[in-house]
């Protein structure tokens, strides 16, 4: 089974910290991506990446950066904390393939981030 | 551009009964996929079933069965003899055919969810 784990579940951090969201995944996916998830607001993609550093904006990029040094890790940035990023946090990943392309997208547990 | 909508933010269902949840989905695109994806509450979210557009068989995993109509641009998820277990956050998301050389080509377009409560 794909094993997508995100370092931490819960994280609180304090205002124009600097704060680091890591994600690893161990199927030597190609795709991997970020996404928020607010209360009626559904999944936002943040940030993806299709290659080791390579990185494409999603929806949602400001405030956000992202990291790709190796094909099995994606980290997510946030450069100076706010509290309006306070959310639920999700990595997934996902296999390229050459035609075809229904291969779903696999997710971590998820890190539930407040901002103070 | 293409949009998912899920016009029901919540359901309720008697367990062992059957509940469908609607979803459609807006797209010039002729060859696509389709997915259910399910939150249960604090847990990772997981698929469901997944559809190919050009297949005209609707999909069935177990217990849940899609009913895909590509004219109409709907793709509902029929969950029979419902399950405490499957109490969940359920969300519809559309993706289209990939191209060799796109860098996006396996990005998600998703709904809001649909928020199912199976009820003992």
């Known amino acids: 089974d794909v094993k997508v784990t995100q370092s931490s579940r819960y994280l609180v951090k304090r205002t124009g910290e600097k704060v680091f969201l890591e994600c690893v995944q161990d199927?030597?996916?190609?795709?991997m991506f970020w996404y928020r998830q607010d209360p009626g607001l559904g999944l936002r993609l943040i940030y993806f990446?299709?290659?080791?550093?390579?990185?494409e904006k999603g929806d949602i990029p400001e405030g956000y950066s992202v990291s790709r040094e190796k094909k099995e890790r994606f980290s997510l940035i946030l450069e100076s904390a706010s509290t309006n990023q306070t959310s639920m946090y999700l990595c997934?990943?996902?296999?390229?393939?050459?035609?075809?392309?229904?291969?779903?997208?696999?997710f971590g547990d998820g890190t539930r981030l407040s901002i103070l | 551009a293409q949009t998912v909508t899920q016009s029901q933010p919540e359901m309720s269902v008697q367990e062992a009964e059957t509940v469908t949840l609607s979803c459609t989905y807006d797209?010039?695109?002729?060859?696509?996929?389709l997915f259910w994806y399910k939150q249960p509450p604090s847990r990772q979210m997981i698929l469901v079933i997944r559809q190919e557009a050009y297949k005209q068989q609707n999909a069935t995993e177990n217990r849940f069965s899609v009913n895909f109509q590509k004219a109409a641009k709907s793709f509902s998820l029929k969950i029979s003899d419902s399950q405490l277990g499957d109490t969940a956050m359920y969300f519809c998301?559309?993706?289209?055919?990939?191209?060799?050389?796109?860098?996006?080509?396996?990005?998600?377009?998703w709904g809001l969810g649909t928020s199912l409560a199976v009820n003992p």
């Open positions: 797209t010039s695109e002729n060859n696509y996929y």
């Open positions: 998301a559309f993706m289209k055919h990939p191209s060799f050389t796109a860098g996006n080509n396996r990005k998600l377009i």
């Open positions: 990446s299709y290659d080791v550093k390579m990185k």
């Open positions: 199927m030597d996916h190609e795709n």
């Open positions: 997934a990943s996902s296999t390229r393939e050459g035609r075809g392309g229904n291969q779903p997208q696999h």
